[in-house]
């Protein structure tokens, strides 16, 4: 039987930051992690001699949290490659031009998508600061439909959210509103913030530099089945039939892999 403090489930951003801070406070920590690497939705590869990323890869100045880590372990941003020429395929044909005109093209689209986006979340921090009840379950498919786009619009329209959407019918439309709303309802900012700035060095660079600074034991190749609540501690079995005791659980892992 083993006892910890903590223990912490999933090894992305956000457990290899819980279990560095708590270590740092003197807890004893463990840290679980279901795939044999740290870094979860974020994944730097090499492919053909290239650092590669294969999740999420960008970042910006107005995420406090992640910005902090930056600036502390002194780890730039690369800037955006420079680009004089915009491709996009709509109504069955390729077009070109300028980014200018390419942004120009879809904005009157992208103005009709976000158009309630402050209004329905005027204050981001607070998500139920308007009653906002009507649009649960409103996905973004419904929305775009409701919009009335000609076909040349729509496929431009679907060409911009293919970055940061993966399904229209079962992503529902207020995350995209709110996401939108939290840089002023201005669909630029946001994409901005999701889509140009990359780490240098890579996600791996940082998560190894927040890593590198936490006692806490890692265990790789370790799903868990089952976690119970026993109200002064929890018992984790992991799939191979382990059992921790902790005086508290951490579940970093991301929504879509837990089962309840």
């Keep these: 039987m083993e006892k910890f403090d903590v223990a912490v489930i999933g090894a992305g951003m956000a457990g290899i ?3 560095r801070d708590l270590s740092k406070k003197g807890f004893s920590v463990v840290l679980l992690e279901a795939r044999d690497r740290i870094g979860g939705r974020t994944y730097l590869q090499k492919v053909l001699g290239d ?11 107005t995420q406090p ?38 942004y120009e093209v879809l904005s009157s689209a992208m103005a009709q998508l976000f158009a309630d986006a402050r209004a329905r979340f005027p204050l981001p921090w607070m998500i139920n600061a308007v009653d906002n009840s009507d649009m649960e379950r409103e996905t973004i498919e419904s929305r775009i439909n409701s919009l ?8 431009v329209l679907d ?22 709303a939290t840089y002023f309802g201005d669909y630029k900012a946001f994409f901005e913030t999701a889509s140009f700035w990359a780490i240098e060095g890579g996600t791996k660079r940082l998560l190894d530099a ?15 089945s089952s976690i119970q609540d026993h109200g002064s501690k929890v018992s984790i079995i992991t799939r191979d039939g382990k059992k921790i005791f902790a005086r508290g659980d951490c579940c970093g ?6 089962r309840y």
């Design 51 to 61: 650092d590669i990323e294969l999740g999420g890869a960008y970042v910006h100045w």
């Design 148 to 155: 009335g786009l000609d076909s040349y619009h729509r496929d």
């Design 159 to 180: 060409g911009a959210l293919a970055g940061v959407v993966h399904n229209y019918k079962y992503h529902g439309i207020a995350q995209l509103l709110h996401n939108v």
């Design 65 to 102: 949290h992640v910005w902090h880590e930056l600036q502390k372990h002194d780890i730039g941003l690369l800037p955006p490659l420079p680009s004089s020429k915009a491709y996009w395929l709509a109504d069955g044909k390729m077009h070109s031009g300028t980014e200018e005109e390419y």
């Design 253 to 258: 892992a991301c929504q879509h892999a837990r």
């Design 210 to 224: 927040i890593f590198s600074e936490s006692t806490a034991e890692l265990r790789l190749s370790t799903p868990v």
């Design 17 to 19: 930051t819980a279990a």
